[in-house]
Nanobody, 117 residues
Framework: QVQLVESGGGLVQAGGSLRLSCAAS????????MGWYRQAPGKQRLWVAR???????NYVDSVKGRSTISRDNAKNTAYLQMNSLKPEDTGVYYC???????????WGPGTQVTVSS
């Protein structure tokens, strides 16, 4: 069984920064990638960033140049450093872990990020 726990969310003014963390516990040997998703109120959950076990990273265009995803394999933890935050970055941020074996995907409970204008 795998558990993901996000932390680091909060209330910040526009232009500020936050660093989100996602700690994975349990069976992690088959983990292939970790990622972050954002769900704004009343909206669908959208992909934000992803990092593979090999270190390859990808970002949605709206956060490129402002956010950095990283991973500490020794701590089984992924991070999302978000800078120059905008009100449209507001939402619940979910961590996702991808696996080679069933059920292939795990999600964390989410952490709230609110950016005030």
């Amino acid at each position: 069984q795998v558990q993901l726990v996000e932390s680091g969310g909060g209330l910040v003014q526009a232009g500020g920064s936050l660093r989100l963390s996602c700690a994975a516990s349990g069976s992690i040997s088959d983990m292939t990638a970790m990622g972050w998703y954002r769900q704004a109120p009343g909206k669908q959950r959208l992909w934000v960033a992803r990092i593979t076990s090999g270190g390859s990273v990808n970002y949605v265009d709206s956060v490129k140049g402002r956010s950095t995803i990283s991973r500490d394999n020794a701590k089984n933890t992924a991070y999302l450093q978000m800078n120059s935050l905008k009100p449209e970055d507001t939402g619940v941020y979910y961590c996702k872990a991808e696996y080679r074996s069933f059920p292939f995907v795990y999600w964390g409970p989410g952490t709230q990020v609110t950016v005030s204008s």
